[in-house]
Nanobody, 122 residues
């Protein structure tokens, strides 16, 4: 299993980015996927998750209305559209494969991408 996250960068407050996570080595459409982030000196925290069929979406309260998760099962890719970015969104963003249990618990993810850095300046 391989996950490759990309699309991070540096933007100003209010800007937008779209993160992508390309998966390979397993049946992508059968698995739930999630995005987490980790800021310097802080623990990894849940951002968003999506079920294998793309029907159910989950968001942390801090990103609701600004970030949107989606997936393209034909391309084995999950996306995170990030709008109205704030300095507190600055972190390394990781995509992961959820193997069951609550989506917001990082312990329920057994594969992770390498992370992509998002920096939001004021």
């Amino acid at each position: 299993v391989q996950l490759q996250a990309f699309g991070g960068g540096s933007v100003q407050t209010g800007g937008s980015l779209r993160l992508s996570c390309a998966a390979s080595g397993y049946t992508f459409r059968n698995t739930d996927m999630g995005w987490f982030r980790q800021a310097p000196g802080k623990e990894r925290e849940f951002v968003s998750a999506i079920t294998g069929n793309g029907v159910s979406l989950y968001y942390a309260d801090s990103v609701k209305g600004r970030l949107a998760i989606s997936r393209d099962n034909a391309k084995s890719t999950v996306y995170l559209q990030m709008n109205s970015l704030k300095p507190e969104d600055t972190a390394v963003y990781y995509c992961g494969v959820c193997m069951g249990g609550h989506y917001s618990d990082a312990n329920n993810y057994n594969y992770w991408g390498q992370g992509t850095l998002v920096t939001v300046s004021s």
